[in-house]
């Protein structure tokens, strides 16, 4: 395998990445990449549980299986580099796999968040195998948190061993299969955007899920193993200036994002001048945290700005929106400097006054709001952590 960790590689569209993991299971199970594999508790529809016998390196490979025990019952094997603490938010991740298909099994190769909150994080199924067919799923939740989601068939061969890759940018998630594009999605309101491990899970059907075919029967051999090889995981620095050298993402895409739910809804225009990585944030409604930890993309330098939709069921009176900055960095110079900025915030539609803000180290902005039928007041105060 020619990647290697650190390894800084730039596409067609001046793209960069930098290689965070790279496993040709040569050298047997680095926990060090994958953490443990899942082990014990029976999975939501009652048809197997997890076991670690089922996730192994053998003949310089991964191979995750479901297996049928001599009481009839069944076990599956799961593993994700989160649980190891490799993630990547934005990136690409190539692999070669090949699936062995049987009736009532399944395998998901997939990214997973690291927060392990779903569907509000997302999940990229890199390729899933029902009834032996090639699938290609982005999840996301909808306006009741909801489990929304959706799916491409490709038709490839899934019983062959195809090299894949996912491209995952704030406004784009690419499948390709053997150099070739199979799935595609645009839309930033349904792509993931924050931390996630690549991995994979077995998974046995019972008898009345139809999208399955149903549990395994007669045919089904005792062993039912997916092979996975040649993983490199790396994560995405940004668009390269003209002329290259420069793998801070200096141009990056002004992204959209959606956090909690509720009849109130609370929008924040945010941009940061990166350096060296994206400027990292969260956001508090009356010292409440909603969401996980966000990641800025928007450049301020260039008029960006990203789109924070925060919903919540907030009563009338006065409310407190704190947003903290995280990673500050300076590389001695301005145009060396991370930070975050607040552009603007509407509260139910209406523009809250002195809702901007610079953050230029660690720290955190409280933005006073007050509920008044729907119309918002609002100063903002600097408080420094």
Known sequence: MAATAGAISTDANGNQYKVVLADDFSAGF????????????????GAFRWSASDVKVASGEMQVSET???NGSWSAGGFNSKAAGVTITYGTVEFDARVETAQGTQVAIL???????????????????PKGTALHTVHWAGANN?????????????????????????????VEVDGKVTASWTNPDLIPDGPMGFGAMGY?????????????DSSTPSKVTTHIDNVVMSQWSGTAPTGGGNTAPTNPIPVKTTLGSGSDTLVLKVSQDAYKGHAQY??????KQIGGTQTASASHAAGQDDIVTVKGDWASG????TVNFLNDAYGSSAAADRNLHVDG????????????????????VAFSLVDLSNTAHANSDMLFA
Do not use: C, F
């Open 111 to 129: 990214m997973w968040p690291k927060s392990d909150v779903w569907p509000r994080d997302g999940e990229i199924d890199i390729l899933e195998t």
């Open 204 to 216: 046995v059907a019972n008898n009345s899920q139809a999208w399955l075919g149903g549990g395994p």
């Open 318 to 321: 006065s409310h407190m929106v």
């Open 146 to 174: 909801q489990d929304v989601y959706s799916s491409k068939l490709s038709g490839i061969d899934t019983s062959q061993t195809h090299h894949y890759k996912m491209t995952w940018l704030p406004n784009l998630i690419k």
């Open 282 to 287: 969260t956001i508090s409604v009356d010292g």
């Open 345 to 364: 915030i509407t509260y139910n539609g209406a523009v809250v006054a002195k809702g901007t803000a610079d953050l230029h180290s660690n720290g955190s």
């Open 68 to 70: 049928r025990h001599a």
């Open 30 to 45: 680095k926990h060090t990449n994958w953490g443990s594999a899942y082990d014990g508790g029976v999975y939501s529809n």
